[in-house]
């Protein structure tokens, strides 16, 4: 079988596997609703272009989106984590056949390169070059499309740097620091306080535009050495994908015993803290709400960007607390579905697991409210407020994401990487969505017509109430659980 005839048969068989996947049938909201997004964020791009190509219409010659292209790339990273796999996940069906394993490798990296997702940037770059080159008196219909085929092979190499990370990332989460490092040098040193990075990217994709060959040379050259350093490692990690295989140093066993005087509910939340330490994916799903939450905590404490508008200044407040729980308790009980039979064995055992996932996310909010300390002692918010957002946040928006305990029953594999086991179903994609946008509209209200100061108060009450009512909520999401727990049960065992 040559190339071109395996390539095709792999593209085929994804088309495949995707249709025969358990989850088909219920994502098929989730896949409407996708595509709506993708179309929302392609019309939003396209505004922008516009907006800021008309901008510089009348200046061709000088482009400053040109020199900024690095904060374009680092956006186009950061967001690849929610879709992208590595090709060692997707050969591991192949591996019984009698295939090379380099083939495989170098097919799945083609389609890497050729993935729709590197031009999804072409909605912004398109009617951005409309307008400063392809309308102005400077530039040609050549200088236009060598400009987007340029654009398209840094997102190309951009993709390829993405995944050399990425495959780190799926062995070592640490190895998110070093990217992250990476960018904030090269923001700082060569956009901030110094402009050099800004120039050379801006002469360099100028250069382009007029047929110089050699930018596109480095561009090609550097992608054609990131294909050959994925092929080597993506050799390297197959076998440990396939296998299992993850170095694990030897811990002395931590037996929590503090929490022994709770009871059941003290086995309960062990299983919580064990649960992230143990299992890889609900840790990676806890380190990113964690770093989501600390992320919003400390520029909240740390910069000025949200203290001119006072309702921005509560919505980023109120999300310090809220980050956690909002991309964690997305997916509640997903984890538990691959031992659910065994929680059902005991009486409320289910009641009593959701009582230790509610202490255990308000325990975490202690995190964020240390950090705000700060912007509350040098005035930038209040202790109401801080006090209000985190009531808010415990006694409202925690209990509707628990509501979706009732309808979640696919199940959350505990080993394997957070994009293949996540198969969002639509009452999580409605209720993670209400609980992002729902806040803002009743904190936009309260705080129009009652003020800051009242607004806050009446958030810190509903909080309050909430959170003194959670024996009775949480018995309400048991009682409801229970009566569709022949379905739940039977749809965790087919995802599993």
């Given at each position: 079988m040559n190339i071109l005839k395996l390539y095709k048969l792999i593209k085929q068989n994804q088309k495949l596997a995707n249709k025969r996947h358990p989850m088909f049938e219920k994502n098929k909201a989730m896949k409407v609703f996708g595509w709506i997004f993708i179309l929302f964020w392609a019309a939003y791009l396209l505004i922008f272009g516009i907006m800021f190509g008309s901008m510089c219409s009348n200046h061709p010659t000088y482009n400053f989106i040109n020199g900024g292209l690095l904060v374009f790339l680092i956006i186009d990273f950061y967001s690849r984590f929610m879709m992208t796999d590595t090709p060692a996940q997707e050969v591991k069906p192949y591996k019984i056949l009698p295939i090379s394993q380099k083939s495989l490798i170098k097919i799945f990296l083609v389609r890497?390169?050729?993935?729709?997702?590197?031009?999804?940037?072409?909605?912004?770059?398109?009617?951005?070059?409309?307008?400063?080159?392809?309308?102005?008196?400077?530039?040609?219909?050549?200088?236009?499309?060598?400009?987007?085929?340029?654009?398209?092979?840094?997102?190309?190499?951009?993709?390829?740097?993405?995944?050399?990370?990425?495959?780190?990332?799926?062995?070592?989460?640490?190895?998110?620091?070093?990217?992250?490092?990476?960018?904030?040098?090269?923001v700082w040193f060569g956009l901030w306080s110094n402009d050099w990075l800004f120039q050379w990217c801006k002469h360099t994709v100028h250069d382009a535009i007029w047929y110089d060959v050699m930018p596109f040379f480095y561009v090609i050259a550097a992608i054609f050495v990131m294909f050959l350093i994925n092929l080597y490692f993506q050799n390297k990690f197959i076998y440990f994908e396939i296998a299992k295989v993850e170095k694990v140093s030897k811990v002395k066993p931590r037996e929590m015993s503090f929490l022994n005087r709770f009871g059941i509910l003290?086995?309960?939340?062990?299983?919580?803290?064990?649960?992230?330490?143990?299992?890889?994916?609900?840790?990676?799903?806890?380190?990113?709400?964690?770093?989501?939450?600390?992320?919003?905590?400390?520029?909240?404490?740390?910069?000025?960007?949200?203290?001119?508008?006072?309702?921005?200044?509560?919505?980023?407040?109120?999300?310090?607390?809220?980050?956690?729980?909002?991309?964690?308790?997305t997916s509640i009980l997903c984890p538990e579905g691959n031992y659910i039979d065994c929680l059902m064995v005991r009486k409320e055992s289910?009641?009593?697991?959701?009582?230790?996932?509610?202490?255990?996310?308000?325990?975490?909010?202690?995190?964020?409210?240390?950090?705000i300390i700060m912007p509350i002692s040098q005035g930038k918010t209040t202790i109401i407020e801080a006090l209000a957002c985190m009531a808010f946040a415990a006694g409202v928006i925690m209990p509707f994401l628990f509501q979706l305990a009732v309808y979640n029953n696919n199940t959350l594999k505990l080993n394997d990487v957070l994009t293949k086991s996540g198969q969002n179903n639509k009452s999580q994609i409605i209720c993670s969505l209400a609980a992002m946008f729902v806040p803002i509209i009743i904190m936009y209200v309260l705080i129009n017509l009652c003020g800051t100061y009242i607004g806050s108060t009446i958030m810190l009450v509903i909080g309050i109430v909430g959170i003194a009512l959670h024996h009775r909520w949480l018995d309400n999401i048991y009682r409801r659980f229970m009566k569709r727990r022949h379905e739940n049960m039977a749809n965790f065992r087919a995802t599993r």
């Open positions: 890497i390169g050729l993935s729709p997702f590197n031009a999804f940037w072409l909605c912004f770059f398109v009617p951005f070059a409309l307008f400063s080159i392809l309308l102005s008196s400077t530039y040609g219909f050549g200088n236009f499309v060598v400009y987007l085929v340029m654009i398209w092979l840094l997102f190309v190499l951009n993709g390829y740097w993405y995944l050399f990370w990425r495959s780190l990332m799926n062995h070592k989460m640490l190895w998110i620091i070093a990217p992250t490092l990476i960018y904030a040098a090269l003290g086995e309960y939340l062990k299983l919580e803290v064990k649960s992230i330490q143990r299992n890889k994916t609900v840790r990676k799903q806890f380190w990113s709400g964690f770093i989501a939450m600390l992320m919003i905590s400390l520029l909240f404490a740390f910069t000025d960007a949200y203290d001119s508008v006072p309702f921005w200044r509560s919505f980023i407040c109120m999300y310090c607390f809220a980050a956690l729980g909002v991309i964690n308790l289910i009641l009593t697991l959701l009582k230790a996932k509610y202490y255990f996310n308000l325990g975490m909010m202690i995190i964020p409210m240390l950090i």
